[in-house]
């Protein structure tokens, strides 16, 4: 099985929006509502942001959104803050117990 | 708070054997499934085992299949993997993961394996 499908970068300027899409199969994305993202910052471990596709964790702020469509999950932050420059990446419940990650996608807020 | 530390990373040579461990405060430990994740450096998380609440079943990746051996100690709330026959592509942050219906919620901040040829 191959990683999730993410753009390797995207970047956007203070207070603009950014999304950042997550392709995966049928066999995972496409069939299960299990699709978390995490972001990382450099020589730290991944920080839970969304799960089960659009829930956000206790103190995760509101500018970070989630969604899926078909076999496409996307993950939208907006009012972009310097804070946000950091790696994201989305995984996804692929059955038998199992994740699969993507391969991440560096933000660069300009 | 949930607080998952990772120790027992290092550098080994092709070949070798290492165990991780994974110590587990802030929560009932045994009532959550865990799992292993690795990440090489530049590269995204990869799944990589995991072991159900009471460590009565456990499944892995093809790529470590028969090489490595997940285990937990729920009285001592710690999770293992015991890992052999390492190759340089095991090479890894190597991170434990507390599973929180089917989501990878809570992380540690990981133990380094470094495996030389």
């Known amino acids: 099985q191959s990683a999730l499908t993410q753009p390797r970068s995207v970047s956007g300027s203070p207070g603009q929006s950014v999304t950042i899409s997550c392709t995966g199969t049928s066999g995972d994305v496409g069939n299960y509502n299990y699709v978390s993202w995490y972001q990382q910052h450099p020589g730290k471990a991944p920080k839970f942001m969304i799960y089960?596709?659009?829930k956000r964790p206790s103190g995760v702020p509101d500018r970070f959104s989630g969604s899926k469509s078909g076999n496409t999950a996307s993950l939208t932050i907006s009012g972009l803050q310097a804070e946000d420059e950091a790696d994201y990446y989305c995984c996804s419940y692929a059955g038998s117990y199992t994740w699969m990650f993507g391969g991440g996608t560096k933000l660069t807020v300009l | 708070e949930v607080q998952l530390v990772e120790s027992g990373g290092g550098l080994v040579q092709s070949g070798g054997s290492l165990r991780l461990s994974c110590a587990a405060s802030g929560f009932t430990f045994s009532d959550y499934w865990m799992h292993w994740v690795r990440q090489a450096p530049g590269k995204g998380p990869v799944w990589v085992s995991r072991i159900n609440s009471d460590g009565s079943s456990t499944s892995y990746a093809d790529s470590v299949k028969g090489r490595f051996t997940i285990s937990r100690d729920n009285a001592k709330n710690t999770l293992y993997v015991q890992m052999s026959s390492l190759r340089v592509e095991d090479t890894a942050m190597y991170y434990c993961?507390?599973?929180?219906?089917?989501?990878?919620?809570?992380w540690g901040r990981g133990t380094q394996v470094i495996v030389s040829s």
């Open positions: 089960d596709v659009s």
């Open positions: 993961v507390r599973d929180s219906r089917y989501n990878p919620e809570s």
